[in-house]
């Protein structure tokens, strides 16, 4: 079956550093994906929809200049925490769409554990 | 407001024993429904999904059913196991839109 592979799954960085997650579909073309943060026992919270080839649609509270979002190809997109601080620590997890079948299947990826000091 | 509730928040059985876990929905227009499962520190996996059309549908000892009219659906486990103890969550599509609606999800944890 088709595989959202995400990375790296976990990372410790400093306040004030960027972090760059990567989500990649293997084995299909994914012109829509999805960006999530979770944080400890809660649900998935939409942060973005990342289109192939145009701008990312944030949703409302979350800032596109801090959660940079670029999908330069139809197999990748990629979230950049800019000026990470502590808050931003959380789980970050993303989906991308397989409009091949008729269902029109979601695929997650396996998360990314942010932590910042 | 969540569009897609989910009931119990929190739930805990023996192993081997079944579960239900529900979820209503008001999004309209109705496109699919998805059941989720998500370990901790893990990616969602999908379990099943239903289409406009589709009352019932298996995967394993997972089950899902689902009543357009009543905008309702369950997923029931049967013979659980320590595996099982996840969170199960419930997505919505809008028909038309490409955006899915999450429920909080389902806590379940099975106990030996």
């Known amino acids: 079956g088709a595989v959202v592979s995400q990375h790296p799954s976990r990372v410790i960085c400093k306040s004030g550093t960027s972090v760059k997650i990567e989500c990649r579909s293997l084995d299909f073309q994914a012109t829509t994906m999805f960006w999530y943060r979770q944080f400890p026992k809660q649900s998935l919270m939409l942060m973005a929809t990342?289109?192939?080839?145009?701008?990312?649609?944030?949703e409302q509270g979350v800032e596109k200049d801090k959660f940079l979002i670029n999908h330069a190809s139809l197999t990748l997109s990629t979230l950049t925490v800019t000026s990470a601080h502590p808050e931003d620590s959380s789980f970050y997890i993303c989906?991308?769409?397989?409009?091949?079948?008729?269902?029109?299947?979601?695929?997650f990826g396996s998360g990314t554990q942010l932590s910042v000091l | 407001k969540n569009q897609v509730e989910q009931s119990p928040q929190s739930l805990i059985i023996l192993e081997g024993k079944n579960c239900t876990l529900q979820?209503?929905?008001?999004?309209?227009?109705?496109?699919?429904l998805r059941w989720y499962k998500q370990d901790t520190g893990r990616g969602p996996v999908s379990l099943t999904i239903?289409?406009?059309?589709?009352n019932t549908k298996s995967n394993g000892r997972y089950t899902a059913t689902l009543d357009a009219d009543t905008k309702q659906s369950s997923l029931h486990i049967t013979a659980s196991q320590l595996s099982d103890s996840a969170s199960y969550i419930c997505v919505v599509d809008k028909g038309g839109s490409y955006i899915p609606t999450f429920g909080r999800g389902t806590s379940l944890i099975v106990h030996p």
């Open positions: 989906s991308a769409r397989d409009s091949r079948q008729t269902n029109e299947k979601l695929f």
């Open positions: 239903m289409t406009f059309s589709e």
């Open positions: 990342s289109n192939e080839g145009s701008k990312a649609t944030y």
């Open positions: 979820c209503n929905y008001t999004v309209s227009p109705f496109s699919n």
